[in-house]
């Protein structure tokens, strides 16, 4: 008998065992360095093998997570439905994907979980591998996202001003509540008509010219006019935001009816109009009797004078007439400057105040310009306002007393003196017509000063200066420079 040796090449098979573990490196490696949840379980619900993120999910080491249950790790509920969706999956031998809410040591956890079941060699099912992607964070977003669009949806649909959502061509994409109680169209009538059906105020060339020179975050305001259903028309203020919903520019109209302010203004006009006619016959009434008046008092000072009689008497009566020439004045000066400023102009402070300050008896005080600034307004009503409070400043503020204007801030400006002030019980009450601590005077100076403040929307008040005089501050005025 001899030896016999047989060789054979096994090159191919150490090749693939060789490539088989670099695989099976590869693989254990990006199970082990995954931020999602990968573990096997065997069928009656143990863990036979959890990476790193799996095992991170109960503060445990993977080794302390094999052998355990899910009931072990979970509460009860969400343990139960995790052991009815396994029991599917070996049942039916099929893959499931769903999202899921469990809750680990009272705290909520959300999954995107995958399950397949596993098999083993022979091909007989052994168990189930799983993937979960946790995304608690992502869900809380989206419920907080959720919670937000409702309010904002509530706030919509609730809000006491109308609102209409358009695209670029005028098509009604969306309307509240308000805009249907407006209107009195339905909703449905409403999200199947353009914002030039019911808009009748605006010509809509005008209107689409308007949208096409807006840009994302620009805001338009304008007045229009709105038609309802049953024909009727109605005046609106209009404010335009042009923003970017869902990836699409679309503007949001959030309109009010300002149908009594309308009405409000038009009976102010009405009012003062009849204020005006009234306060012109008035002064045309009394100003005849009262020059002729003045014409014979001046004769008859002239003829006592002349003959050396006592004549007190006379000049008293003629300081009377006087006073009354000023209430006149005044009055019709209240009467005619209440309307609102349409056209201010850019004037220059510190030209305007030095005019006003000539055309007031100053004596020995003194004028200060602090901040010779330009502002908004109408020239000839501002120097109503000018001339009263210089004057006021000089009558009252004592011998040498400084006057000061300037401005405070942003939108403020102020006229001061260093004179004894206006005592705080009668501050409040001084803007009243009529009252004055000045026997000569009309008493309507500052109630003058209040009324064209109010005309150009500025708001006046009177306080005490740094140093102890009057300080008057107007806020709302338009500063140029």
């Given amino acids: 008998s001899g030896l016999s040796l047989y060789f054979a090449d096994i090159t191919d098979r150490k090749t693939s065992e060789t490539e088989l573990a670099r695989t099976n490196r590869r693989l254990t490696a990006l199970i082990e360095n995954t931020s999602q949840a990968v573990y096997l379980k065997d069928c009656e619900g143990r863990y036979r093998f959890v990476n790193e993120?799996?095992?991170?999910?109960?503060?445990?080491?993977?080794?302390?997570?094999v052998g355990k249950r899910d009931e072990d790790l979970f509460d009860v509920g969400s343990a139960a439905r995790i052991r009815r969706i396994d029991e599917q999956i070996l049942e039916d031998e099929a893959a499931d994907s769903h999202e899921t809410t469990r809750f680990i040591d009272g705290d909520e956890h959300v999954f995107l979980s995958n399950k397949y079941p596993y098999y083993d060699e022979d091909g007989d099912i052994v168990g189930i591998m799983g993937i979960d992607r946790e995304v608690t964070e992502r869900k809380r977003r989206q419920r907080a996202l959720e919670r937000s669009r409702q309010r904002l949806q509530s706030l919509f649909k609730k809000l006491p001003d109308a609102i209409v959502i358009h695209d670029a061509d005028g098509n009604v994409i969306d309307v509240n509540d308000q805009t249907i109680d407006d209107l009195g169209y339905t909703r449905g009538e409403?999200?199947?008509?353009?914002?030039?059906?019911?808009?009748?105020?605006?010509?809509?060339?005008?209107?689409?010219?308007?949208?096409?020179?807006?840009?994302?975050?620009?805001?338009?305001?304008?007045?229009?006019?709105?038609?309802?259903?049953?024909?009727?028309?109605?005046?609106?203020?209009?404010?335009?935001?042009?923003?970017?919903?869902?990836?699409?520019?679309?503007?949001?109209?959030?309109s009010r009816d300002v149908t009594a302010r309308v009405q409000r203004e038009k009976e102010l006009r009405r009012k003062n109009d009849r204020l005006d006619e009234f306060a012109g016959i008035v002064a045309h009434d009394l100003r005849n009797p009262l020059s002729i008046a003045q014409g014979r008092m001046t004769i008859a000072a002239a003829q006592v004078e002349g003959g050396g009689g006592v004549s007190d008497d006379l000049r008293v009566?003629?300081?009377?007439?006087?006073?009354?020439?000023?209430?006149?004045?005044?009055?019709?000066?209240?009467?005619?400057?209440?309307?609102?400023?349409?056209?201010?102009?850019p004037i220059p402070v510190a030209e305007i105040v030095g005019r006003c300050w000539n055309m007031v008896e100053t004596g020995d005080a003194s004028l200060v310009v602090v901040d010779k600034c330009t502002i908004e307004g109408d020239p000839d009503r501002l120097r109503h306002v000018f001339e009263n409070l210089l004057r006021n400043a000089v009558e009252h503020g004592g011998a040498g007393v400084t006057v000061r204007v300037g401005r405070a801030g942003e939108a403020t400006l102020y006229v001061e003196d260093d004179g004894p002030g206006i005592p705080s019980k009668r501050r409040e009450n001084d803007f009243e017509p009529g009252r004055t601590s000045r026997e000569e005077g009309t008493g309507f100076g500052l109630a003058i000063v209040e009324r064209i403040a109010e005309a150009h929307d500025w708001e006046v008040t009177l306080t005490e200066a740094e140093g102890g005089g009057a300080r008057f501050e107007f806020t709302g005025v338009e500063i140029l420079s």
């Fill in 53 to 65: 993120a799996a095992a991170e999910l109960f503060g445990l080491e993977p080794e302390e997570v």
């Fill in 190 to 254: 409403l999200l199947s008509m353009n914002v030039t059906d019911f808009e009748v105020g605006v010509a809509p060339e005008e209107l689409r010219e308007t949208w096409a020179e807006m840009n994302v975050g620009d805001r338009d305001k304008g007045q229009g006019r709105y038609r309802r259903k049953d024909g009727s028309t109605f005046p609106v203020e209009v404010w335009v935001d042009k923003t970017r919903i869902g990836g699409e520019e679309q503007f949001i109209a959030l």
């Fill in 317 to 345: 009566a003629q300081k009377a007439l006087g006073r009354m020439e000023d209430i006149i004045s005044d009055t019709l000066v209240l009467a005619r400057r209440g309307d609102a400023v349409e056209s201010p102009e």
